[in-house]
C-alpha cells in the first residue's frame, strides 16, 4: 500500500511538471494534436500507479517520450504554415456576406441548426444579424456582428426548414400549414422543398431564407399581427 501511495506521488509530479512544461494553451484553448497528448499521458500516468509489476521508470520514460513529441508537433506549427495547417487545422468560415457555406459546415461535420445554437450563445439570434461567423481549429465560434445587428432581431426566429425538411412544431407555432410555406418558395423561385438551406421565420413575420449554393434573402410574409 505504502509503495502504490509513493509510486503515485511520483508520476503525479512528473506529469504535473510535463504539462507546466507545455505551456498555458495546454490548460486552456487546445488544439486536437494537444487533446490527443493530454488523454495519452493520462493513460500512461494510470497505468504505472495502480500495476506495481511495472517498473515506474517505464512510466516516467513513456511521458517524457508524449512530452519530446509534443515539442517536436510544436516547433513544426509555429514554423512551418503547412505542418501547421495539416497537424492544428485552419479556421472554417460557416457564414459570410452570401449566407450559410454549407460545404464548410459539412466539412467540420456540422448542420445548419448546429450553426445557430452557436451563434444564440454568442447572443445573436437572426442569420442576417451577422456578418461572418466561424469556427476556430480548436473548436471555439466566433462572430463579426453587423452594426445595426440589434435592429435586425426585435423578434425570436424558428427554424421552419432545415435541409430541406420541415420542423411541423414550429410550422403549427405560425398557425400555417405546409402548403402555404410551399407557395412561398416557389413565390421566391424555389420550385423544389429539397433544395432548401435553412428557412426561419420570426414572431413578426420576417424571413431568412436560403437556397442551395445560393445567397440568402429576407423578406417580410403579409401577417396580420405578431404572433410572438
Not at 493530454?38 to 495502480?50: H, K, Q
Not at 422543398?193 to 420576417?206: E, I, P, Y
Request: glycine share 6%.
Amino acid at each position: 500500500m505504502g509503495l502504490i501511495f509513493i509510486r503515485t506521488i511520483i508520476i503525479f509530479i512528473a506529469t504535473l511538471i510535463v504539462m507546466r512544461l507545455m505551456g498555458k494553451r495546454q490548460i486552456g484553448e487546445m488544439q486536437p494534436y494537444e487533446l490527443v497528448i493530454t488523454l495519452i499521458i493520462a493513460d500512461l500516468a494510470c497505468i504505472p500507479m495502480a500495476d506495481n509489476s511495472i517498473p515506474l521508470l517505464y512510466g516516467l520514460v513513456a511521458i517524457l517520450a508524449i512530452y519530446l513529441i509534443h515539442q517536436i508537433i510544436c516547433l513544426l506549427d509555429l514554423n512551418f504554415n503547412a505542418a501547421k495547417a495539416v497537424v492544428s487545422g485552419i479556421p472554417s468560415v460557416v457564414l459570410n456576406k452570401n449566407g450559410i457555406d454549407d460545404a464548410q459546415l459539412k466539412k467540420n461535420n456540422l448542420d445548419v441548426s448546429d450553426l445557430i445554437e452557436s451563434l444564440r450563445v454568442e447572443g445573436y439570434f437572426s442569420l442576417d444579424a451577422v456578418q461572418y461567423a466561424l469556427y476556430e481549429a480548436e473548436g471555439t465560434f466566433s462572430a463579426l456582428p453587423k452594426p445595426d445587428y440589434e435592429s435586425l432581431q426585435t423578434s425570436l426566429p424558428v427554424i421552419l426548414i432545415d435541409e430541406g425538411k420541415f420542423d411541423q412544431k414550429n410550422i403549427d407555432l405560425t398557425k400555417k400549414d405546409k402548403e402555404y410555406y410551399l407557395d412561398v418558395l416557389r413565390m421566391h423561385g424555389c420550385k423544389e422543398l429539397k433544395k432548401v438551406l435553412v428557412m426561419t421565420v420570426a414572431g413578426n413575420g420576417k424571413v431568412y431564407f436560403q437556397q442551395k449554393g445560393e445567397k440568402y434573402e429576407v423578406f417580410h410574409l403579409d401577417w396580420q399581427q405578431q404572433l410572438w
